[in-house]
Nanobody, 120 residues
Framework: EVQLVESGGGLVQSGGSLRLSCAAS????????MSWVRQAPGMGLEWVSS????????SYTESVKGRFTSSRDNAKNTLYLQMDNLKPEDSALYYC?????????????RGQGTQVTVSS
């Protein structure tokens, strides 16, 4: 059974930083693309970033390019999202997903999410 547990969210002022983590179990983590998606109140899921199985290639939605960095530690079955220069519009519930492919998709099983709130 796929299990994904996100952590690291919180309340931060505009311009601040947070590092999200996602602990994965129940599948061969090192063989899969992993993604981050987010959902703001009253909005649908938005794809944020994907990182390939080996961790050498990552892609980002335009609004976070240059501010967010995805990484992974396959030895620890853990995915990370470093978020710098946060903006109020980044406030959302952030999920990690086991992506079906390397693409800008919100598909795939996800965890319970971790809340990020950025105050202006």
């Amino acid at each position: 059974e796929v299990q994904l547990v996100e952590s690291g969210g919180g309340l931060v002022q505009s311009g601040g930083s947070l590092r999200l983590s996602c602990a994965a179990s129940g599948f061969d983590f090192s063989s899969y693309t992993m993604s981050w998606v987010r959902q703001a109140p009253g909005m649908g899921l938005e794809w944020v970033s994907s990182i390939n199985a080996g961790g050498g290639t990552a892609s980002y939605t335009e609004s976070v390019k240059g501010r967010f960095t995805s990484s992974r530690d396959n030895a620890k079955n853990t995915l990370y999202l470093q978020m710098d220069n946060l903006k109020p519009e980044d406030s959302a519930l952030y999920y990690c997903t086991k992506a079906p492919r390397y693409a800008a998709t919100t598909d795939g099983p996800r965890g319970q999410g971790t809340q990020v709130t950025v105050s202006s």
